[in-house]
Protein backbone atom coordinates (compact mmCIF):
# COMPACT_ATOMS: atom_id res chain seq x y z
CA UNK A 1 0.00 0.00 0.00
CA UNK A 2 1.19 3.92 -1.04
CA UNK A 3 2.09 5.86 2.19
CA UNK A 4 -1.17 8.04 1.29
CA UNK A 5 -3.08 4.67 1.26
CA UNK A 6 -1.78 3.79 4.80
CA UNK A 7 -2.34 7.53 5.69
CA UNK A 8 -6.02 7.35 4.78
CA UNK A 9 -6.74 4.09 5.73
CA UNK A 10 -5.62 4.83 9.91
CA UNK A 11 -7.34 8.60 9.49
CA UNK A 12 -4.04 10.40 11.06
CA UNK A 13 -1.93 12.98 9.94
CA UNK A 14 1.45 12.92 8.19
CA UNK A 15 2.19 16.82 8.96
CA UNK A 16 4.03 17.63 11.82
CA UNK A 17 3.13 20.88 12.45
CA UNK A 18 3.66 23.52 15.37
CA UNK A 19 2.90 22.68 18.86
CA UNK A 20 -0.37 25.45 19.01
CA UNK A 21 -1.04 27.19 21.78
CA UNK A 22 -4.72 28.95 21.83
CA UNK A 23 -5.21 31.48 24.36
CA UNK A 24 -6.50 32.71 26.85
CA UNK A 25 -5.82 28.76 27.82
CA UNK A 26 -2.40 28.56 27.12
CA UNK A 27 -2.22 24.77 26.97
CA UNK A 28 0.93 23.02 24.39
CA UNK A 29 0.16 19.63 22.88
CA UNK A 30 2.83 18.49 25.31
CA UNK A 31 -0.13 19.14 28.39
CA UNK A 32 -3.02 18.54 29.12
CA UNK A 33 -5.35 20.15 31.41
CA UNK A 34 -6.40 18.44 34.99
CA UNK A 35 -9.75 19.54 36.68
CA UNK A 36 -8.17 22.26 38.44
CA UNK A 37 -7.23 24.34 35.32
CA UNK A 38 -3.19 23.22 36.07
CA UNK A 39 -1.25 22.43 33.03
CA UNK A 40 0.59 19.05 33.47
CA UNK A 41 3.17 17.21 31.27
CA UNK A 42 1.56 14.51 29.94
CA UNK A 43 4.02 10.92 30.77
CA UNK A 44 4.58 9.26 27.37
CA UNK A 45 6.92 6.38 26.39
CA UNK A 46 9.50 6.28 23.87
CA UNK A 47 10.87 3.01 22.52
CA UNK A 48 14.69 2.92 22.43
CA UNK A 49 16.24 2.59 18.90
CA UNK A 50 17.92 -0.72 18.98
CA UNK A 51 21.85 -0.72 17.45
CA UNK A 52 22.49 3.09 17.69
CA UNK A 53 26.45 3.69 17.83
CA UNK A 54 27.69 6.76 18.05
CA UNK A 55 31.73 7.89 16.40
CA UNK A 56 33.75 7.44 19.39
CA UNK A 57 31.06 6.37 21.72
CA UNK A 58 28.89 9.37 21.62
CA UNK A 59 27.00 12.18 19.76
CA UNK A 60 27.85 15.06 22.20
CA UNK A 61 30.40 16.58 20.26
CA UNK A 62 27.77 17.16 17.10
CA UNK A 63 25.50 18.28 19.74
CA UNK A 64 28.01 20.81 21.37
CA UNK A 65 28.54 22.25 17.72
CA UNK A 66 24.94 22.34 16.24
CA UNK A 67 22.31 23.19 19.31
CA UNK A 68 23.60 26.85 19.36
CA UNK A 69 22.45 27.73 15.77
CA UNK A 70 19.27 25.69 16.62
CA UNK A 71 16.09 27.94 17.59
CA UNK A 72 12.58 28.00 18.65
CA UNK A 73 10.21 30.17 16.10
CA UNK A 74 7.01 31.39 18.08
CA UNK A 75 4.60 32.89 15.32
CA UNK A 76 1.49 34.97 16.53
CA UNK A 77 -1.83 34.48 14.36
CA UNK A 78 -5.20 35.87 14.26
CA UNK A 79 -7.16 32.33 15.01
CA UNK A 80 -10.58 31.03 13.97
CA UNK A 81 -13.31 32.01 15.51
CA UNK A 82 -14.02 29.28 18.45
CA UNK A 83 -16.23 26.22 17.44
CA UNK A 84 -14.59 26.55 13.83
CA UNK A 85 -12.69 23.73 12.84
CA UNK A 86 -12.65 22.74 16.33
CA UNK A 87 -11.19 26.57 17.24
CA UNK A 88 -7.75 25.71 15.53
CA UNK A 89 -6.10 28.00 13.60
CA UNK A 90 -5.36 26.87 10.50
CA UNK A 91 -3.33 28.19 7.49
CA UNK A 92 -3.53 27.29 3.53
CA UNK A 93 -0.26 24.94 3.98
CA UNK A 94 -0.97 21.82 1.21
CA UNK A 95 -0.85 19.83 4.33
CA UNK A 96 -4.01 21.14 5.37
CA UNK A 97 -5.89 18.10 5.79
CA UNK A 98 -3.55 16.88 7.67
CA UNK A 99 -3.67 19.19 10.35
CA UNK A 100 -7.60 18.69 10.83
CA UNK A 101 -6.95 14.45 11.23
CA UNK A 102 -3.77 15.23 13.18
CA UNK A 103 -5.13 18.20 15.50
CA UNK A 104 -8.94 16.85 15.73
CA UNK A 105 -8.43 14.19 17.90
CA UNK A 106 -6.07 15.46 20.61
CA UNK A 107 -8.84 16.07 23.12
CA UNK A 108 -7.65 19.22 23.57
CA UNK A 109 -9.42 21.65 25.60
CA UNK A 110 -11.44 23.98 23.97
CA UNK A 111 -10.92 27.87 24.67
CA UNK A 112 -13.84 29.11 26.93
CA UNK A 113 -14.73 31.95 24.56
CA UNK A 114 -17.81 33.80 23.13
CA UNK A 115 -18.76 31.94 19.80
CA UNK A 116 -17.76 33.33 16.84
CA UNK A 117 -15.02 35.76 18.66
CA UNK A 118 -11.97 35.75 17.17
CA UNK A 119 -8.89 34.53 19.53
CA UNK A 120 -5.11 35.65 19.85
CA UNK A 121 -2.68 32.24 19.02
CA UNK A 122 0.63 31.05 19.26
CA UNK A 123 2.18 28.62 17.22
CA UNK A 124 5.32 26.97 18.01
CA UNK A 125 8.24 25.40 15.63
CA UNK A 126 11.79 25.15 14.86
CA UNK A 127 14.48 26.21 12.88
CA UNK A 128 18.14 26.70 12.47
CA UNK A 129 20.65 29.61 11.38
CA UNK A 130 22.34 29.15 8.54
CA UNK A 131 24.47 32.51 8.24
CA UNK A 132 25.66 34.64 10.68
CA UNK A 133 23.55 37.89 9.49
CA UNK A 134 21.08 35.93 11.10
CA UNK A 135 19.73 34.41 7.93
CA UNK A 136 17.13 31.06 9.07
CA UNK A 137 15.41 28.33 7.84
CA UNK A 138 12.21 26.87 8.81
CA UNK A 139 9.17 25.43 7.21
CA UNK A 140 5.96 27.39 5.85
CA UNK A 141 3.42 25.95 7.52
CA UNK A 142 5.01 27.45 11.17
CA UNK A 143 4.83 30.42 9.60
CA UNK A 144 1.87 30.43 7.33
CA UNK A 145 -1.03 32.86 8.50
CA UNK A 146 1.48 34.55 11.02
CA UNK A 147 1.01 38.51 11.52
CA UNK A 148 4.39 38.56 13.76
CA UNK A 149 6.85 36.25 14.29
CA UNK A 150 9.88 35.75 17.38
CA UNK A 151 12.43 33.73 17.54
CA UNK A 152 14.27 32.69 20.79
CA UNK A 153 17.88 31.58 20.40
CA UNK A 154 19.45 28.58 22.37
CA UNK A 155 20.93 30.97 25.02
CA UNK A 156 17.07 32.52 26.05
CA UNK A 157 17.49 35.50 23.70
CA UNK A 158 14.20 36.88 21.75
CA UNK A 159 14.17 38.42 19.19
CA UNK A 160 11.63 39.86 16.72
CA UNK A 161 12.11 37.94 12.92
CA UNK A 162 11.54 39.40 9.23
CA UNK A 163 10.03 37.13 7.17
CA UNK A 164 11.88 36.98 4.03
CA UNK A 165 10.41 34.45 1.90
CA UNK A 166 8.58 31.25 1.60
CA UNK A 167 7.18 28.80 -0.38
CA UNK A 168 4.49 26.61 0.16
CA UNK A 169 5.26 23.85 -2.86
CA UNK A 170 8.33 23.20 -0.44
CA UNK A 171 6.72 23.86 2.35
CA UNK A 172 10.01 26.32 3.15
CA UNK A 173 10.82 29.78 4.38
CA UNK A 174 13.55 32.02 5.31
CA UNK A 175 13.36 34.07 8.32
CA UNK A 176 16.26 37.25 9.18
CA UNK A 177 16.84 38.17 12.74
CA UNK A 178 19.46 41.33 13.92
CA UNK A 179 21.46 40.52 16.67
CA UNK A 180 24.28 42.98 18.70
CA UNK A 181 26.44 39.51 18.72
CA UNK A 182 27.81 37.11 16.77
CA UNK A 183 25.50 34.27 15.74
CA UNK A 184 26.37 30.58 15.58
CA UNK A 185 25.73 28.60 12.47
CA UNK A 186 25.26 25.57 10.85
CA UNK A 187 26.35 24.01 7.57
CA UNK A 188 24.54 22.61 4.79
CA UNK A 189 25.21 18.28 4.05
CA UNK A 190 25.32 16.42 0.94
CA UNK A 191 21.95 14.52 1.28
CA UNK A 192 21.84 12.68 -1.97
CA UNK A 193 24.75 10.97 -0.18
CA UNK A 194 22.96 9.62 2.14
CA UNK A 195 22.17 5.71 2.73
CA UNK A 196 19.82 3.90 3.96
CA UNK A 197 21.14 2.88 7.47
CA UNK A 198 22.80 5.76 8.20
CA UNK A 199 22.91 7.33 11.25
CA UNK A 200 21.23 10.70 11.52
CA UNK A 201 20.36 13.39 14.65
CA UNK A 202 16.65 15.35 14.70
CA UNK A 203 17.37 18.51 17.10
CA UNK A 204 14.62 20.92 18.02
CA UNK A 205 11.73 21.31 20.09
CA UNK A 206 9.08 19.63 20.57
CA UNK A 207 5.85 20.70 22.16
CA UNK A 208 7.77 23.43 23.13
CA UNK A 209 9.65 21.93 26.08
CA UNK A 210 12.75 23.28 25.29
CA UNK A 211 15.81 22.28 22.62
CA UNK A 212 15.99 18.52 22.27
CA UNK A 213 17.83 15.53 20.55
CA UNK A 214 17.26 12.23 19.46
CA UNK A 215 18.78 9.63 17.53
CA UNK A 216 17.91 7.09 14.25
CA UNK A 217 18.63 6.15 10.85
CA UNK A 218 17.89 7.03 7.25
CA UNK A 219 14.77 3.88 6.97
CA UNK A 220 14.11 4.90 3.66
CA UNK A 221 14.82 7.15 0.90
CA UNK A 222 12.42 9.11 -1.60
CA UNK A 223 9.36 9.05 -0.13
CA UNK A 224 6.24 10.44 -1.84
CA UNK A 225 3.61 11.45 0.50
CA UNK A 226 1.25 13.17 -2.22
CA UNK A 227 1.44 17.00 -1.19
CA UNK A 228 2.98 18.34 -4.22
CA UNK A 229 5.19 18.06 -6.76
CA UNK A 230 8.62 18.41 -5.02
CA UNK A 231 7.75 15.44 -2.43
CA UNK A 232 10.96 13.12 -2.31
CA UNK A 233 11.11 13.04 1.80
CA UNK A 234 14.03 11.09 3.80
CA UNK A 235 12.47 8.90 6.00
CA UNK A 236 13.68 8.88 9.62
CA UNK A 237 13.07 6.74 12.68
CA UNK A 238 14.85 9.38 15.14
CA UNK A 239 11.45 10.44 17.19
CA UNK A 240 9.87 13.53 16.24
CA UNK A 241 7.00 15.29 17.55
CA UNK A 242 5.07 18.54 17.03
CA UNK A 243 7.07 21.45 17.20
CA UNK A 244 9.76 20.03 15.43
CA UNK A 245 9.02 20.90 12.16
CA UNK A 246 11.63 23.63 10.83
CA UNK A 247 14.28 21.77 12.85
CA UNK A 248 17.39 20.23 11.21
CA UNK A 249 18.24 16.65 10.76
CA UNK A 250 22.03 15.96 10.80
CA UNK A 251 24.76 13.44 9.86
CA UNK A 252 27.36 12.21 11.85
CA UNK A 253 29.44 15.04 10.26
CA UNK A 254 27.11 17.51 11.88
CA UNK A 255 25.63 18.82 8.91
CA UNK A 256 22.56 19.61 7.82
CA UNK A 257 21.19 16.72 5.56
CA UNK A 258 17.29 17.51 5.86
CA UNK A 259 14.39 19.56 7.46
CA UNK A 260 12.04 17.84 9.79
CA UNK A 261 8.63 18.41 8.61
CA UNK A 262 6.10 15.28 8.82
CA UNK A 263 5.04 12.29 11.17
CA UNK A 264 3.11 9.30 10.56
CA UNK A 265 1.41 8.95 13.79
CA UNK A 266 -1.94 6.96 15.01
CA UNK A 267 -1.67 8.17 18.13
CA UNK A 268 -0.51 11.36 18.46
CA UNK A 269 3.03 11.18 18.89
CA UNK A 270 6.11 9.60 17.43
CA UNK A 271 5.83 6.00 16.35
CA UNK A 272 9.58 6.62 14.92
CA UNK A 273 8.17 6.98 11.06
CA UNK A 274 9.28 10.95 10.46
CA UNK A 275 10.11 12.79 7.03
CA UNK A 276 12.34 15.18 6.25
CA UNK A 277 13.17 17.45 3.57
CA UNK A 278 16.28 16.59 1.83
CA UNK A 279 19.40 19.62 2.05
CA UNK A 280 20.04 19.35 -1.80
CA UNK A 281 16.15 20.26 -2.14
CA UNK A 282 16.28 22.81 0.67
CA UNK A 283 19.36 24.68 -0.53
CA UNK A 284 18.68 25.65 -3.53
CA UNK A 285 14.94 26.80 -2.32
CA UNK A 286 16.37 28.62 0.13
CA UNK A 287 19.07 30.30 -2.09
CA UNK A 288 16.37 32.10 -4.26
CA UNK A 289 13.79 33.00 -1.59
CA UNK A 290 16.53 34.49 -0.16
CA UNK A 291 17.94 35.92 -3.29
CA UNK A 292 13.89 37.21 -4.58
CA UNK A 293 11.52 36.39 -2.33
CA UNK A 294 9.17 34.10 -3.76
CA UNK A 295 9.96 31.21 -6.25
CA UNK A 296 7.89 31.06 -9.83
CA UNK A 297 7.25 27.67 -11.26
CA UNK A 298 6.83 26.68 -14.59
CA UNK A 299 3.36 26.00 -15.54
CA UNK A 300 2.44 23.28 -18.47
CA UNK A 301 -1.64 22.67 -18.33
CA UNK A 302 -2.54 19.17 -18.60
CA UNK A 303 -4.16 16.83 -16.43
CA UNK A 304 -1.93 13.30 -16.28
CA UNK A 305 -2.01 10.26 -14.96
CA UNK A 306 0.44 7.00 -15.01
CA UNK A 307 1.05 4.78 -18.18
CA UNK A 308 0.53 1.46 -16.82
CA UNK A 309 0.92 -1.53 -18.68
CA UNK A 310 -2.80 -2.03 -19.83
CA UNK A 311 -2.87 1.16 -20.86
CA UNK A 312 0.66 1.33 -22.85
CA UNK A 313 -1.11 -2.05 -24.51
CA UNK A 314 -4.31 -0.53 -25.57
CA UNK A 315 -2.26 2.54 -27.51
CA UNK A 316 0.60 0.42 -28.70
CA UNK A 317 3.43 1.89 -26.71
CA UNK A 318 5.91 -0.93 -26.18
CA UNK A 319 7.00 0.42 -22.73
CA UNK A 320 4.89 1.39 -19.75
CA UNK A 321 6.85 4.84 -18.74
CA UNK A 322 5.86 8.11 -19.09
CA UNK A 323 2.91 10.65 -18.60
CA UNK A 324 -0.66 10.10 -20.36
CA UNK A 325 -2.33 13.63 -21.06
CA UNK A 326 -5.76 12.94 -19.75
CA UNK A 327 -7.10 16.33 -20.68
CA UNK A 328 -4.87 19.83 -22.02
CA UNK A 329 -6.43 22.64 -20.09
CA UNK A 330 -8.01 25.65 -22.39
CA UNK A 331 -5.60 28.34 -23.19
CA UNK A 332 -2.85 26.55 -21.76
CA UNK A 333 1.02 26.59 -22.93
CA UNK A 334 0.37 22.70 -23.87
CA UNK A 335 -3.07 23.42 -25.45
CA UNK A 336 -1.28 26.37 -27.56
CA UNK A 337 1.43 24.29 -28.26
CA UNK A 338 -0.90 21.47 -29.56
CA UNK A 339 -0.54 18.72 -26.77
CA UNK A 340 -3.65 16.72 -26.92
CA UNK A 341 -5.80 14.11 -24.95
CA UNK A 342 -4.28 11.12 -25.08
CA UNK A 343 -0.40 11.63 -26.10
CA UNK A 344 1.79 10.10 -23.67
CA UNK A 345 4.72 12.06 -22.71
CA UNK A 346 8.24 10.59 -22.61
CA UNK A 347 10.34 13.55 -22.39
CA UNK A 348 10.69 17.36 -21.32
CA UNK A 349 13.74 19.50 -21.69
CA UNK A 350 15.50 16.66 -22.83
CA UNK A 351 15.35 14.76 -19.78
CA UNK A 352 13.49 11.51 -20.14
CA UNK A 353 9.83 11.22 -18.10
CA UNK A 354 9.42 8.07 -16.15
CA UNK A 355 6.08 8.90 -14.55
CA UNK A 356 3.68 11.51 -13.83
CA UNK A 357 5.94 12.70 -10.79
CA UNK A 358 8.98 13.30 -13.20
CA UNK A 359 7.13 15.59 -15.60
CA UNK A 360 5.26 17.26 -12.64
CA UNK A 361 9.09 18.06 -11.33
CA UNK A 362 10.36 18.86 -14.58
CA UNK A 363 7.98 21.68 -15.27
CA UNK A 364 7.52 23.00 -12.11
CA UNK A 365 11.64 23.53 -12.20
CA UNK A 366 11.84 25.36 -15.48
CA UNK A 367 11.58 29.10 -15.24
CA UNK A 368 8.14 30.57 -16.65
CA UNK A 369 8.37 31.55 -20.39
CA UNK A 370 11.47 29.30 -21.49
CA UNK A 371 10.68 27.21 -24.81
CA UNK A 372 11.54 23.64 -24.06
CA UNK A 373 10.79 20.11 -26.33
CA UNK A 374 7.97 17.70 -25.41
CA UNK A 375 8.92 14.08 -26.35
CA UNK A 376 5.59 12.56 -26.85
CA UNK A 377 4.02 9.43 -27.97
CA UNK A 378 0.74 9.93 -30.23
CA UNK A 379 -1.05 7.35 -31.89
CA UNK A 380 1.06 4.78 -32.53
CA UNK A 381 3.93 7.18 -33.75
CA UNK A 382 6.91 9.61 -31.65
CA UNK A 383 7.29 13.34 -32.45
CA UNK A 384 8.56 16.34 -30.72
CA UNK A 385 6.56 19.47 -29.35
CA UNK A 386 7.67 22.73 -29.22
CA UNK A 387 6.34 24.45 -25.97
CA UNK A 388 6.61 27.81 -24.10
CA UNK A 389 6.50 27.41 -20.52
CA UNK A 390 3.60 29.32 -18.70
CA UNK A 391 4.23 30.62 -15.14
CA UNK A 392 2.04 28.65 -12.45
CA UNK A 393 0.24 30.22 -9.58
CA UNK A 394 -0.74 28.45 -6.23
CA UNK A 395 -4.00 28.12 -7.78
CA UNK A 396 -2.87 26.42 -11.37
CA UNK A 397 -1.31 22.73 -11.34
CA UNK A 398 1.49 22.34 -13.01
CA UNK A 399 0.79 19.60 -14.74
CA UNK A 400 -1.46 17.59 -12.28
CA UNK A 401 -2.10 13.55 -11.92
CA UNK A 402 -5.67 13.13 -11.98
CA UNK A 403 -19.14 9.34 -7.62
CA UNK A 404 -21.26 10.85 -10.12
CA UNK A 405 -24.51 8.64 -9.41
CA UNK A 406 -25.98 7.54 -12.72
CA UNK A 407 -30.06 7.24 -13.21
CA UNK A 408 -30.70 3.34 -13.23
CA UNK A 409 -31.86 1.53 -16.59
CA UNK A 410 -33.47 -1.41 -17.60
CA UNK A 411 -31.92 -1.98 -20.87
CA UNK A 412 -28.69 -0.25 -22.46
CA UNK A 413 -25.87 -1.05 -24.69
CA UNK A 414 -23.56 -3.68 -23.51
CA UNK A 415 -20.14 -3.45 -24.25
CA UNK A 416 -18.63 -6.77 -25.06
CA UNK A 417 -16.46 -9.09 -22.44
CA UNK A 418 -15.69 -5.98 -20.23
CA UNK A 419 -18.72 -5.70 -18.03
CA UNK A 420 -20.54 -2.54 -18.68
CA UNK A 421 -24.01 -1.56 -19.26
CA UNK A 422 -24.38 2.16 -21.11
CA UNK A 423 -26.80 4.79 -22.09
CA UNK A 424 -27.02 7.58 -24.36
CA UNK A 425 -26.63 11.17 -22.94
CA UNK A 426 -30.68 12.12 -23.30
CA UNK A 427 -31.89 15.71 -22.06
CA UNK A 428 -33.40 14.29 -19.27
CA UNK A 429 -30.11 12.73 -17.94
CA UNK A 430 -28.03 15.67 -18.84
CA UNK A 431 -29.68 18.06 -16.83
CA UNK A 432 -30.15 15.77 -14.01
CA UNK A 433 -25.84 14.99 -14.14
CA UNK A 434 -25.62 18.72 -14.97
CA UNK A 435 -23.35 17.73 -18.13
CA UNK A 436 -22.30 20.50 -20.72
CA UNK A 437 -23.95 20.80 -24.01
CA UNK A 438 -21.09 19.80 -25.80
CA UNK A 439 -20.90 16.74 -23.56
CA UNK A 440 -21.27 13.70 -25.47
CA UNK A 441 -20.20 10.11 -25.04
CA UNK A 442 -22.24 7.58 -22.71
CA UNK A 443 -22.97 7.13 -19.35
CA UNK A 444 -22.12 3.89 -17.35
CA UNK A 445 -25.58 2.94 -16.07
CA UNK A 446 -24.15 -0.72 -15.12
CA UNK A 447 -20.92 -2.54 -13.64
CA UNK A 448 -20.68 -5.95 -13.22
CA UNK A 449 -18.50 -6.59 -10.36
CA UNK A 450 -17.21 -9.47 -11.60
CA UNK A 451 -16.08 -8.21 -14.92
CA UNK A 452 -12.98 -6.20 -15.88
CA UNK A 453 -14.31 -2.76 -15.79
CA UNK A 454 -14.75 -2.65 -12.30
CA UNK A 455 -11.83 -4.25 -11.50
CA UNK A 456 -9.98 -1.13 -13.38
CA UNK A 457 -11.79 1.29 -11.53
CA UNK A 458 -15.05 1.86 -14.02
CA UNK A 459 -17.49 3.63 -11.85
CA UNK A 460 -21.59 4.10 -11.87
CA UNK A 461 -22.08 7.85 -13.70
CA UNK A 462 -18.94 7.74 -15.39
CA UNK A 463 -19.27 9.12 -18.57
CA UNK A 464 -17.20 7.59 -21.58
CA UNK A 465 -15.97 10.16 -24.31
CA UNK A 466 -13.49 8.22 -25.86
CA UNK A 467 -12.47 4.67 -26.93
CA UNK A 468 -8.63 4.03 -27.91
CA UNK A 469 -8.60 7.92 -28.43
CA UNK A 470 -11.22 8.15 -30.67
CA UNK A 471 -14.04 10.26 -29.82
CA UNK A 472 -17.53 8.80 -29.16
CA UNK A 473 -21.09 10.00 -29.27
CA UNK A 474 -23.12 7.26 -27.81
CA UNK A 475 -23.72 4.45 -26.30
CA UNK A 476 -23.62 2.50 -29.68
CA UNK A 477 -20.41 3.89 -30.43
CA UNK A 478 -18.82 2.71 -27.40
CA UNK A 479 -19.99 -0.58 -28.02
CA UNK A 480 -18.82 -0.80 -31.23
CA UNK A 481 -15.28 0.55 -30.67
CA UNK A 482 -14.88 -1.19 -27.78
CA UNK A 483 -15.97 -4.47 -29.88
CA UNK A 484 -13.06 -3.64 -32.67
CA UNK A 485 -10.51 -3.05 -30.27
CA UNK A 486 -11.53 -6.85 -28.70
CA UNK A 487 -10.91 -8.18 -32.40
CA UNK A 488 -7.86 -6.18 -32.97
CA UNK A 489 -5.94 -8.67 -30.79
CA UNK A 490 -4.66 -5.88 -28.09
CA UNK A 491 -4.86 -7.10 -24.82
CA UNK A 492 -6.95 -3.99 -23.52
CA UNK A 493 -9.24 -1.23 -24.28
CA UNK A 494 -8.44 2.24 -23.38
CA UNK A 495 -11.58 4.53 -22.34
CA UNK A 496 -11.12 8.56 -21.72
CA UNK A 497 -13.48 8.86 -19.02
CA UNK A 498 -15.15 11.80 -17.40
CA UNK A 499 -16.14 11.93 -13.70
CA UNK A 500 -16.79 15.05 -11.67
CA UNK A 501 -15.01 17.24 -13.87
CA UNK A 502 -12.19 15.86 -14.68
CA UNK A 503 -11.00 13.28 -17.78
CA UNK A 504 -8.99 10.13 -16.89
CA UNK A 505 -7.96 7.54 -19.01
CA UNK A 506 -8.61 3.53 -17.83
CA UNK A 507 -7.06 0.54 -19.44
CA UNK A 508 -9.49 -2.51 -19.19
CA UNK A 509 -7.75 -5.60 -19.93
CA UNK A 510 -9.91 -8.06 -22.15
CA UNK A 511 -8.26 -11.35 -20.58
CA UNK A 512 -10.37 -10.44 -17.22
CA UNK A 513 -13.64 -10.36 -19.13
Same mark, same amino acid.
Do not use: C, M, Y
Given at each position: MS *??????RHRVAALLGAALIISPVIVSFAQSANSTGVSKIVATTQTPVAGITAPNGSFAPIVAADKPAVVTVTTIMKAQPAG @????MPLGNSPFDQYFRQFFGDQGMP????PPQQAQRAEALGSGFIVSADGTIVTNNHVVDGASSIKVTLDDGTELPAKLVGRDAKNDLAVLKIKSDKPLPTIKWGDSDRLMTGDQVL? #??NPFGIGTTVTAGIVSARGRDLHSGP +??? +? #???? @?? #????NSGGPLVDVNGNVVGINTAIYSPNGGSVGVGFAIPSDQAQKVVAKLMKDGSIQYGYLGVEIQSVTPDVASA???????????????DSS *???????????? #??? +?AGQDVKDPKDLSRAVADVAPGAKETLDVWRKGKAMQISVNVGQNSDDVKTASAGESNAPSAEQGSRAPAIGLGLMDITPDIRQEMNLAENEHGAVVARVNPDKAAAAAGIQLGDVIVAVNQAPVKSARQVTQAITQASKSGRKSVLL????DGSQIYVAVPFANG
Open positions: *PLGILR @ADDGAPQTA #IG +FDD +F #IQID @AP #INHGIGLDHSGGALVSKVN *PAASAGVEAGDV #ITG +FLVER
